[in-house]
């Protein structure tokens, strides 16, 4: 069992900054690739921003410039630092890890999501 608890959703005025949390835990050997999506109200889910074991990272074009994804690989943590907050960032929010299974294979997993509201 792999799981993914996610933390540091929340209400914030337009231009203010969150920073969400993602921690793994469970029967993980390595953890591949991880990201944040969202998905708003009436909309499909959608990435917000990737990195791999490497450090590299992507981002959706709506975000570049004001978020940073960031990973402790010691912690199993993956984090989301948003700044600039726009009104249409209000969202859901879901950690995405792809991870090597301690016994055997690999996992894709989804965390239940954070609410990102920002007010305008």
């Known amino acids: 069992q792999v799981q993914l608890v996610e933390s540091g959703g929340g209400l914030v005025q337009a231009g203010g900054s969150l920073r969400l949390s993602c921690a793994v835990s469970?029967?993980?050997?390595?953890?591949?690739?991880m990201g944040w999506y969202r998905q708003a109200p009436g909309k499909q889910r959608e990435l917000v921003a990737a990195i791999t074991s490497g450090g590299s990272t992507n981002y959706a074009d709506s975000v570049k410039g004001r978020c940073t994804i960031s990973r402790d690989n010691a912690k199993n943590t993956v984090y989301l630092q948003m700044n600039s907050l726009k009104p249409e960032d209000t969202a859901v929010y879901f950690c995405?890890?792809?991870?090597?299974?301690?016994?055997w294979g690999t996992g894709d997993y989804w965390g239940q999501g954070t609410q990102v509201t920002v007010s305008s």
């Open positions: 995405n890890c792809n991870v090597d299974l301690a016994a």
């Open positions: 469970g029967s993980v050997f390595s953890i591949n690739a």
